[in-house]
């Protein structure tokens, strides 16, 4: 004759309530290994007094006698295990079939099958076909397109769209086309920020001299430090604004000069943007200088800065934005890419921190610019051997 076995009180109530999670009696029986008419016994004296079912060796049972309460925390069990569920398999659901499929596969010893398949969206008799048929190879290559592309998507913080990431995975030597990679990512739900207009600073009310458009609008050029632009914006904080100047050769986009300041004046804006430009970058004597006609740019103590540098002021014509378009490109960029995407008005120091990383860690160094063929500035200079010039 076999020997009994041995359950304890917590074995019994929790394969009861396994099972009312489930929905099996045979499945939760046959995984706990065992008897189902014995795991029917615990079940009907649990619904009876609950948590006082199993007392254990000599104890009483205490009568449950609010039914409903057991019945709304066993509802509320089965609630939480779907919001498990869902949390973890969700980012599954928009990049196809097979990674959803296989998601339920990996999970399916932690949760009952057919519950994944209901709070997932998928078809349970789907789901038991994928496992005995393999997939095929295009399918698994669309997969693994979909999971790469959303790697690349996350990886450069939501900032690429279409364009920039289809370079990236060229740059993988990964083949694919940007309608390709529009359509997946469409598929799977991704989108980059939209841009959003903001209140110009130019000032260009005032009596000093301005200069030509010297640049009009020759935005490429083949040497360092022949042309930089610059321009001035406002971005919003907690409780006031802060402006910030910056700096940019037009060669490589890199952003040469920056200052972020309290204040519109040349002492806060422009002087200081200038002073880290010669400091990051030597210049020669006839280094076009382009900005807009800002009293920050044509009063005279920074034309009296460009002079002595022996530089050629070049100011954009009135209201034209599109005569200074690297500047405020730069500008929708940063915006785009990080003023928007924070949740809540930063503090001064927050925000000062938070846009010399994009600056110095991520524009100058890792996003990928259409006028340099999609490379970052440093692949750029790094080909034009740059560093040893």
Known sequence: MAEKISYS???????????????????????????PKLL????????????????????????????????????????????????????????GKHALYNFIHKNKIKYPIGLMCEVLGASTSTYNLWTIQPVSKSEARVSLLKETIASVFYEFNQHYGCILITRELLKQGILISEGQVSFYMKELGL????????????????????????????????????????????IQIEKSFLYLTVIIDLYDRKVVGWNIGSALSTKTTTLPAWKMAVRNRKIKDGLIFHSDRGVQY???????????????????RKADSIDNAVSESFFNSLKRELIYMQTRLLTPAEMRMAIQDYIENWYNKKRRHSALDYKSIEEFNAENNFQKR
């Open 9 to 35: 009180p917590d074995f019994k109530a929790n394969a009861v309530i396994l099972s009312y999670i489930k929905k099996s009696v045979n499945e939760t029986s046959k995984e706990l290994n065992i008897s």
């Open 40 to 95: 029917s016994k615990w079940r009907t004296v649990y619904r009876t007094f609950k948590n006082g079912s199993f007392p254990g060796k000599g104890g009483k049972r205490i009568y449950y006698e609010d039914k409903r309460v057991f019945e709304l925390e066993k509802e509320l069990a089965e609630a939480q295990l779907r919001l498990e569920i869902l949390k973890k398999g969700i980012q599954f659901m928009a990049q």
């Open 191 to 234: 989108k980059s920020k939209v841009k959003k207009k903001y209140k110009v600073t130019t000032d260009s009310k005032h009596n000093l001299y301005t200069s030509p458009n010297i640049l009009n609008r020759q935005f490429k050029t083949n040497k360092p430090s022949k042309v930089w632009v610059s321009d001035i914006t406002y």
């Open 298 to 316: 044509a009063n005279k103590l920074f034309t009296a800065t460009l002079d002595q540098y022996k530089c050629v002021r070049s100011m954009s």
